[in-house]
């Protein structure tokens, strides 16, 4: 099994900003954040994944 990688720095800050908006949308009533709250929270988490787990992403 490889060591994981850190990931490239564009796939970290779409990662993280994805988390940030999910985060808002739980806590702060955002129309169309609230409505994705989970959503986002998902993607920025599997992208953050994606990006630690292969080399290219």
């Keep these: 099994m490889k060591a994981p990688s850190a990931p490239k ?4 800050i779409v990662g993280l900003i994805s ?6 949308g739980h806590y702060a009533h955002v129309q169309i954040l609230s409505e994705y709250n989970y ?8 992208v ?3 990006g630690t787990t ?3 992403i």
Aim: charged share 10%; net charge positive.
């Design 19 to 24: 988390g940030i908006l999910g985060i808002i």
């Design 48 to 50: 953050l994944a994606a």
């Design 39 to 46: 959503t986002l929270l998902l993607v920025g988490f599997l």
């Design 54 to 56: 292969f080399r290219e």
């Design 9 to 12: 720095k564009i796939t970290w």
